[in-house]
């Protein structure tokens, strides 16, 4: 559940009513702003995220003209259990909407991380 804990910045649009809920979200982001979309993570026997709602839900706000929309797989059991910061409450979106978006800074560092693993074994 949502309330339980999320990513902070992170925006609560159901799968099953983003038909509901389409307008408070597409209200809240530009088309082009970077969305990463997750789910609770559950995770299977290798540890991968089960979870083909996030996937469908990244599909369905590319089709709806969102530019800069990025599936985070692993979702937010792995994100938690990295000990990484989490929201507990319904404040959905508050954080995104003052910019304080943590995912972001998380891939960010995971890319560079990658390109220098890439620079100093080559």
Same mark, same amino acid.
């Given at each position: 559940?949502?309330?339980?804990?999320?990513?902070?910045?992170?925006?609560n649009?159901?799968?099953?009513?983003?038909?509901?809920?389409?307008?408070?979200?597409? +209200?809240?982001?530009?088309?082009?702003a970077?969305?990463? &979309?997750? $789910?609770?993570?559950?995770?299977?026997?290798?540890?991968?995220?089960? $979870?083909?709602?996030? #996937?469908?839900?990244?599909?369905l706000?590319?089709? #709806? +003209?969102f530019?800069?929309?990025?599936?985070?797989?692993q +979702?937010? =059991?792995f *994100?938690?259990?990295?000990?990484?910061?989490?929201? #507990?409450? !319904?404040?959905?979106?508050? =954080? =995104?909407?003052?910019?304080?978006?943590?995912?972001? !800074?998380?891939?960010?560092?995971?890319?560079?991380l &990658?390109? +220098?693993?890439?620079? *100093?074994?080559?």
């Open positions: 559940m949502f309330k339980d804990g999320h990513i902070p910045g992170a925006y649009l159901d799968f099953y009513d983003v038909d509901k809920n389409f307008s408070g979200f597409s +209200g809240t982001f530009e088309k082009t970077p969305l990463v &979309v997750y $789910c609770q993570g559950i995770s299977g026997p290798r540890n991968e995220d089960t $979870c083909e709602t996030s #996937r469908l839900l990244a599909e706000l590319s089709t #709806r +003209g530019k800069r929309v990025m599936l985070f797989e +979702g937010y =059991a *994100w938690e259990n990295a000990k990484d910061p989490v929201d #507990r409450g !319904s404040n959905s979106g508050v =954080a =995104a909407k003052n910019k304080k978006m943590p995912v972001f !800074s998380y891939f960010r560092d995971l890319i560079m &990658v390109i +220098g693993f890439v620079v *100093w074994h080559f």
